[in-house]
T-cell receptor
Framework: QQQVKQSPQSLIVQKGGISIINCAYE??????FPWYQQFPGKGPALLIA?????SEKKEGRFTISFNKSAKQFSLHIMDSQPGDSATYFC???????????FGQGTELSVKP | GAGVSQSPRYKVAKRGQDVALRCDPI?????LFWYQQALGQGPEFLTY????????KSGLPSDRFFAERPEGSVSTLKIQRTQQEDSAVYLC?????????????FGNGTRLTVT
């Protein structure tokens, strides 16, 4: 009930390509779905987040797609850049400022 | 403004020693969370404070783990009689509260190595 499953575990993309990371959740009480970006030696930093009342949210090169019936959501990074190379975590929780359950992470490498 | 500050950044402890990890949240943030992040894994919830009240400690792995936030600001995570499996990065996060206030802001963590 509390798990958030993330895939793939690692991803290699060419510069300019599209990076896609997928997550699935179980608890229908979750109402807030953020994506965090983490660089080595740093804490996770919020990238973009969505609520289940919308199916898509776009901020610059980053887009979240949300499928409430399937209990799945995904992160798309358009025009991927080497500076995007980091570990990405999806998460889910009951609200924006509350307890989050994190996925296992995806290590993204963008090759020049 | 200043973000979430954690100290020390690195801590090496011999098995059986006690350690104390400090978190200074963003000023005015009501909610404070501790997470444990094992190598190559996502952060796992340990405990949650709203002001000085510890409202959820369901993630603490054993009674060797203890957290406090006596004045509703700085928090300390204490681990007694450390074991090798305690080796991880301990992350602190704060927010201005539940609902639509603000997202979680994380510190850079304390990397604990138990030898």
């Amino acid at each position: 009930q509390q798990q958030v499953k993330q895939s793939p575990q690692s991803l290699i993309v060419q510069k300019g390509g599209i990076s896609i990371i997928n997550c699935a959740y179980e608890n229908t009480a979750f109402d807030y779905f953020p994506w965090y970006q983490q660089f080595p030696g740093k804490g996770p930093a919020l990238l973009i987040a969505i609520r289940p009342d919308v199916s898509e949210k776009k901020e610059g090169r980053f887009t979240i797609s949300f499928n409430k019936s399937a209990k799945q959501f995904s992160l798309h990074i358009m025009d991927s850049q080497p500076g995007d190379s980091a570990t990405y975590f999806c998460a889910a929780g009951p609200n924006q400022g509350g307890k989050l359950i994190f996925g296992q992470g995806t290590e993204l490498s963008v090759k020049p | 403004g200043a973000g979430v500050s954690q100290s020390p950044r690195y801590k090496v402890a011999k098995r059986g020693q006690d350690v104390a990890l400090r978190c200074d949240p963003i000023s005015g943030h009501v909610s404070l969370f501790w997470y444990q992040q094992a190598l190559g894994q996502g952060p796992e919830f340990l405990t949650y404070f709203q002001n000085e009240a510890q409202l959820d400690k369901s993630g603490l792995p054993s009674d060797r783990f203890f957290a406090e936030r006596p004045e509703g600001s700085v928090s300390t995570l204490k681990i007694q009689r450390t074991q090798q499996e305690d080796s991880a990065v301990y992350l602190c996060a704060s927010s201005s509260g539940g609902g639509d206030n603000s997202p979680l802001h994380f510190g850079n963590g304390t990397r604990l190595t138990v030898t």
